[in-house]
């Protein structure tokens, strides 16, 4: 089972043991969080963390992952270890931080999934640079939400607009 933990209740080490500077790290952190919340507020929905880390069960070292939503469309950006399983306890490096924003298909629902309307992946070796990267990611997120009024996001997923739409 996976639990949820908000930034103000974790501990930064859980997701990047040796980090060098754990104030800076965790201001970028903080920094991703304000972004997710921006895009949150945005949407009309209501203000608040949206950044946390998130453990498996039995697991201490976790990653920091954030999403905001409104029906049929998700925002989320993450830093994390990659594992080859589930129950891998490798600590990083790597580092894989990502950016997504996916779009539920209307024309042919589960059979599709979702479109990908922004995706970024990016590995770093350094856990400081990976937080850094976090809030980068964050604020491109934000800034392809911004250019677009609430709206569009909220008519989204029955928009014949829809990059990658079925021909």
Not at 1 to 26: C, K, N, Q, S, T
Not at 37 to 58: D, K, M, Q, T
Not at 77 to 98: D, E, I, K, N, Y
């Amino acid at each position: 089972m996976d639990e949820f933990i908000p930034m103000r209740d974790g501990d930064l080490r859980w997701a990047f043991p040796g980090v060098r500077d754990a104030h800076a790290a965790a201001e970028e952190l903080q920094a991703a969080d304000g972004r997710l919340e921006r895009i949150a507020v945005h949407l009309g929905l209501s203000a608040g963390g949206r950044l946390g880390y998130e453990r498996c069960e039995g697991i201490t070292l976790t990653g920091v992952f954030g999403a905001v939503g409104v029906p049929g469309v998700r925002m989320a950006a993450s830093a994390f270890v990659p594992r080859r399983c589930l129950h891998g306890r490798r600590a990083g490096p790597p580092w894989m931080v990502t950016a997504y924003i996916e779009v539920d298909c209307a024309e042919y629902g589960e059979d599709c999934g979702s479109h990908e309307i922004l995706c970024e992946e990016e590995e770093f070796d350094d856990p400081d640079e990976a937080a850094r990267a976090l809030a980068g990611a964050a604020g491109r997120l934000l800034g392809e939400v911004l250019a677009r009024p609430a709206a569009y996001w909220r008519a989204l997923p029955a928009s014949a607009d829809l990059p990658g739409r079925h021909a």
